[in-house]
């Protein structure tokens, strides 16, 4: 019995020192932690605080979602719901009597025995335990001292603004500099990386020490064709759809480039002569800066409209290309790894169904604008307005009837860059079946609903048969985007009607065919975006064109809806005229009722012409690959007088010159990179201008070209450039000949 009550003994004995060393260490802990984490709001008596709900925008019930904002230096007043709350480690207090909230995951216990509101202005650490009595104002003084002198050191009072929705959320730095390093949307998708919110109004006495907000500019590209701007500060309200520029001293604006009669061309889509998509640019003075309803976008962003994301050629053609050549750009980055860059849509549409085409070019989730938060202003750090036009080489017929882009930069060379890059990204490295190798197949793109091939089940067994390859009929109904690519990429070539669906005649790899159908009435020279990205430098892709010319074999649809040809709403003597119609006239974009009943005209294909035309496509020779690489300029252009006879046929008479003329003989050398070429055919195009006399332009294929000029005229202009493969060509280079009749002199 006595050995029970010793052991008892020693047992109470040892939980009692356990006990105070637990409770020593505690008091040791919370010491550090106010020590760590002083706050101005957290270490004074509770202040009387007006509430003002939070109000959603166009999103709905968006204040009903939002459970919790925290901010470093300002103060956000709603609070639905406080069980995510408790989730993410930080609560607002509001009651009249005692009120305690304990955090779910740490077990911290918020307190707060005031009979006023009582709101916190940010809490760092889930772990710490802080109590708030009114009256201590020595230690409210103190931590106050503190967390100024902490403030100070900061550049930058950034804040966190957490969502109900988030799933995972990281708070990094010290008060005054807190960062969200994942946020979630509302509807549940990982979304903004980086935010920060300045002071509130309501706290007069730390408003004035923010630092200002002042918005700069620098633009380059040509006011009303191919401009980029690079933003700093600037700021984007979507309830008024606008872009906020806020003027201050230390601003800095490129007028030459963003004057008040360019604003209109600063555009925000790559479509020529289409103004809706175009920022629109609102000035305010820095002073009007409002940090309270700020959020923060850190780092690099680029801000475009998609045009059209429901079509693919729009989204290849408009987007996709101008959107690779633009991150190449401001980033200098031209590897096969995701850009660190903030893509922002603004254009209001919805993700679309080519939404991981955008995705795959950045290590962020895209921003698109139509699901933010309308009440709250939004903030780019560093941001570029705009995509590069270089890959542009179409545009739609909004001021003139559709037609190529004259003077295009867009090449092969571009265009491949970019598909290489998606390859990699949707990891396409192989044909789609086992049974498939590299070119022994073709693509048939079939349409299910409208613009149909009505026989083309029997083109593609005649296909087979005739020509021995294999025919695959793909659809966006039948088969994944991925799916088609992958078919596409590995191809001998690509059969269809016009459509969208053709533009992935850019995934087709050099010497690959296109056969491109047309309906009956419908000029494919006058509707070419796919014959001209085939026929651009460095594509080396066969183009074909077959139009229906036999009006039976056509089936139109006067009864359809308007914007799919329908006609019915037109007058019985226009559809009379429409469906008569042997070539639809020439029309603007983008809803001419002759073109749309046309183009969208089922049509009975001729099997054995197109046999025919994949033949020849197919036997035509590879054109080689130059991969961006171009003659050097001709050296060493010298001229000098000739004996030759004027009248001897190798002689090239410049205008109409008789007795007092003379012959030149313009010699050059071969340019220095030849041997790094691979080309099948060189030739030199040599201009050579006599101010009086003449200015014409010869093609040979020597280096050395006699022409006779006015012996007594002026100085005559020579200009000579290499060409290979007829269509790649280098630098010019000059020289000038000085003539009286007997002196020849050389300036280079």
């Known amino acids: 019995m006595n050995l029970h009550y010793i052991t008892h003994a020693v047992m109470l004995s040892l939980l009692a020192v356990v006990v105070k060393k637990y409770f020593n260490l505690r008091l040791h802990v919370e010491d550090l932690q106010m020590e760590c984490y002083p706050h101005p709001i957290l270490s004074q008596p509770p202040q009387n605080l007006p509430h003002h709900p939070h109000k959603g925008g166009r999103m709905g019930d968006i204040d009903k979602d939002i459970n919790y904002i925290a901010t470093s230096q300002s103060s956000y007043k709603e609070s639905v719901s406080n069980q995510d709350i408790d989730n993410l480690g930080a609560t607002k207090y509001e009651g009249k009597g005692a009120f305690s909230q304990q955090n779910k995951v740490s077990g911290t216990d918020f307190s707060s025995k005031s009979g006023k509101y009582f709101e916190t202005d940010f809490i760092q650490s889930s772990q710490a335990s802080y109590s708030n009595e009114a009256g201590n104002e020595a230690e409210s003084g ?38 969200l390093t994942s946020e979630a949307d509302i509807d549940g998708g990982t979304h903004v990386t980086v935010t920060s919110n300045a002071p509130s109004e309501t706290k007069k006495s730390q408003e004035g020490n923010l630092p200002s907000i002042e918005t700069s500019v620098w633009c380059h590209g040509y006011p009303e064709m191919n401009k980029i701007c690079r933003f700093r500060n600037l700021c984007y309200s979507p309830v008024n759809e606008a872009f906020l520029f806020y003027h201050g001293d230390k601003s800095v604006l490129d007028r030459s480039q963003l004057s008040n009669n360019s604003r209109s061309w600063l555009r925000l889509s790559t479509v020529l002569n289409y103004t809706d998509h175009t920022a629109n640019l609102m000035d305010i003075k820095s002073s009007a800066f409002n940090h309270s309803k700020v959020r923060w976008i850190k780092g690099q962003s680029l801000i475009f409209s998609r045009f059209k994301p429901d079509n693919i050629m729009h989204v290849f053609h408009d987007d996709i290309f101008p959107l690779h050549f633009t991150l190449n750009f401001i980033t200098g980055q031209n590897s096969l790894d995701k850009y660190d860059v903030q893509l922002v849509f603004v254009e209001g549409w919805d993700r679309g169904n080519f939404a991981d085409l955008y ?225 639809v006239p020439d029309h603007f974009c983008c809803n001419d009722p002759s073109w749309l009943y046309h183009i969208y005209q089922d049509t009975e294909v001729d099997i054995p012409a197109i046999t025919r035309l994949i033949t020849e496509a197919i036997g035509k020779p590879l054109a080689s690959s130059h991969l961006g690489m171009f003659p050097a300029k ?115």
């Not at 106050?144 to 990281?170: G, N, P, R, W």
């Not at 065919?513 to 047309?518: A, K, R, S, T, W």
């Not at 109409?656 to 012959?663: A, P």
């Open 142 to 179: 103190r931590y106050f001292e503190e967390y100024e002198q902490t403030k100070a050191t900061h550049a930058d009072y950034s804040s966190a603004i957490l969502t109900s929705s988030s799933k995972s959320v990281h708070l990094q730095g010290k008060v005054g500099a807190s960062k």
């Open 634 to 748: 001709v050296p060493n252009i010298r001229c000098d007088k000739s004996d030759t006879d004027v009248k001897n046929n190798n002689v090239k008479k410049l205008g109409n010159v008789g007795k007092e003329s003379v012959v030149f003989r313009i010699e050059w050398d071969y340019p220095k990179n030849l041997d790094s070429l691979d080309y099948k055919s060189l030739h030199y195009e040599v201009r050579v201008v006599q101010d009086g006399v003449d200015d014409i332009l010869y093609v040979v294929t020597s280096t050395s070209l006699l022409v006779s000029v006015l012996g007594a005229g002026p100085p005559v202009q020579v200009w000579v450039k290499a060409v290979i493969d007829r269509t790649t060509g280098g630098q010019h280079s000059h020289t000038k000949c000085s003539t009286p009749q007997n002196v020849m002199k050389n300036f280079e």
């Open 359 to 583: 995705s795959v070019f950045t290590s962020k989730s895209p921003m698109y604008m139509a699901d933010q938060n309308q009440e709250q202003i939004l903030c780019f750090e560093d941001s570029h307005v705009g995509l590069s036009m270089a890959t542009v080489w179409y545009q739609y017929g909004y001021t003139e009837p559709q037609a190529p882009v004259k003077d295009t930069t867009a090449s092969g060379l571009l265009l491949h860059n970019t598909v290489n890059y998606i390859v990699s990204q949707f990891n396409i490295q192989k044909p789609p079946t086992m049974m498939l190798t590299s070119a022994d197949y073709c693509v048939l793109f079939s349409r299910k609903d409208n613009r149909r091939i009505i026989n083309q089940m029997e083109l593609m067994l005649t296909i087979s048969a005739e020509i021995n390859m294999k025919v695959f009929m793909l659809s966006l109904e039948t088969h994944s985007f991925k799916d088609i690519m992958q078919y596409v990429q590995f191809s001998r070539g690509l059969i269809g009607m016009h459509g969208s669906l053709m533009s992935l005649a850019a995934f087709l790899r050099p010497g690959s065919f296109v056969i491109e159908l047309f309906p009956y009435a419908v000029n494919p020279r006058k509707y070419s975006p796919f014959r001209t990205v085939a026929e651009l430098p460095g594509m080396n892709l066969v183009y074909i064109a077959w139009q229906n010319l036999d009006k039976t074999k056509s089936v139109g649809h006067p009864n359809w809806p308007e914007d799919l040809g329908g006609i019915g709403h037109l007058p019985s003597q226009r559809q009379t005229a429409i469906m008569g119609e042997t070539e």
